[in-house]
């Protein structure tokens, strides 16, 4: 019987999840998934998987997750504190842009990061407090 396009992406996905497994390596994979898409008939399909255990079924996990009373913490804080992250980023991006025109002009010039570190910080405060409930997010 000759393959659909819905066959071959379905081997296309249970390499991609065998190379995220470590399963293979990147050039298996290609190797693998050029066969796949070049495949006319199902036969050509089944010995590109056939040595890959069969993924889990969906859900399957957080069930057992939930047998095992080891239900995964998810912090509501956790998307405010990536975003200081960010803003820690920035704030060293920016003062070494300072740093570096200062020691270029030869004189400490004004500090010029404060100003857009004070607004994104304000920003990021106001969020804490004044959660938008409307997004989801609860912080």
Do not use: N, Q
């Amino acid at each position: 019987m000759r393959a659909s396009d819905a066959d071959r992406d379905a081997v296309a996905e249970r390499l991609a999840i065998a190379l995220t497994e470590g399963r293979l390596d990147l050039a298996e994979y290609e190797r693998r998934l050029d066969l796949a898409m070049h495949a006319v008939v199902l036969g050509d399909l089944a010995p590109i998987t056939a040595d890959l255990p069969e993924p889990p079924a969906p859900g399957a996990e957080p069930a057992d997750l939930v047998k095992a009373g080891h239900l995964p913490v998810v912090s509501p804080w956790k998307d405010w504190i990536d975003e200081w992250r960010w803003w820690l980023g920035g704030a060293i991006i920016m003062t070494g842009i300072w740093g570096v025109t200062s020691v270029i002009g030869g004189a400490l010039l004004p500090f010029w990061p404060l100003v857009p570190l004070g607004i994104w910080a304000a920003i990021l405060v106001a969020a804490a407090v004044w959660p938008d409930e409307s997004s989801g997010s609860r912080r």
